[in-house]
């Protein structure tokens, strides 16, 4: 097992009941982190400020941000549905990375990891507003990712699908014979990630080992960006 020291560390997990949350939360604390776990939900634009500073330093943010994704066709997608995925996975992700940075800066260390999406990297019908949203993730992360490499804090971004999670796999998906054979046509892997495999790898981009990175998104998602 992969394993990394984060001895003295504080790391803040969002949405730490879903997605990807339960498993980040234990690998960090596996490896020595101080884990700060927030299970809000951060639609209240006030909310990610506030949970900053509760939190008092923060060595590590993980955003771990997601929302159930619609299957609509994109003339039908209606601007609910839009606002939506931006108001759960965009505008969060701006507030945090702002609330965040100031204190990272000033001690010139810090890093923001995003868990992302690869429906960003590759076109998914029916995908359309979720793909958006997840795409203007992505955007952000390499924006801020150039700005604040100099003071020595690092931005990046895992995009996964075919990840082992209770949000877009749960037990019931994974049990279906059509997901199973859809598996074996779409993902050259030819089965899920395992939740571990995908969290360790978030570690390593939080550890020192990764400090060469700058704003960057890591596909993690068994092959399937690469068909």
């Known amino acids: 097992m992969a394993s990394f020291d984060f001895s003295g560390k504080r790391v803040l997990v969002t949405q730490s009941d879903t997605f990807m949350g339960p498993t980040l939360c234990e690998v960090f604390r596996e490896n020595g982190a101080e884990v700060i776990a927030d299970d809000q939900a951060l639609l209240d634009p006030a909310l990610p400020a506030t949970i900053v500073a509760k939190a008092g330093r923060i060595d590590i943010l993980v955003a771990n941000l997601a929302v159930p994704a619609p299957y609509t066709p994109a003339a039908e997608a209606s601007d609910e549905e839009w606002r939506n995925m931006f108001a759960h996975m965009v505008d969060p992700l701006q507030r945090l ?3 965040v940075l100031p204190q990272m800066v000033q001690r010139r260390s810090g890093k923001v990891l995003l868990m992302g999406s690869a429906s960003a990297l590759r076109g998914m019908k029916r995908a359309s507003s979720y793909s958006a949203a997840r795409g203007a993730q992505l955007a952000y992360i390499q924006a801020v990712g150039v700005e604040v490499a100099p003071h020595n804090v690092q ?13 877009y796999f749960p037990p019931e998906v994974q049990a279906n014979p059509a997901f199973q054979d859809r598996l074996k046509r779409e993902v050259p ?7 571990r495999e995908d969290a360790q790898f978030a570690a390593y981009l939080c550890s020192e080992a990764a400090n060469c990175f700058v704003g960057q998104t890591f596909p993690v998602c068994g092959g399937w960006v690469a068909r």
Do not use: K, M, S
Not at 189 to 195: D, N
């Open 189 to 195: 892997l030819g089965r899920l990630v395992a939740q």
């Open 155 to 167: 931005v990046n971004a895992i995009a996964q699908n075919f990840v082992e999670n209770p949000t």
């Open 97 to 99: 990375v702002r609330a």
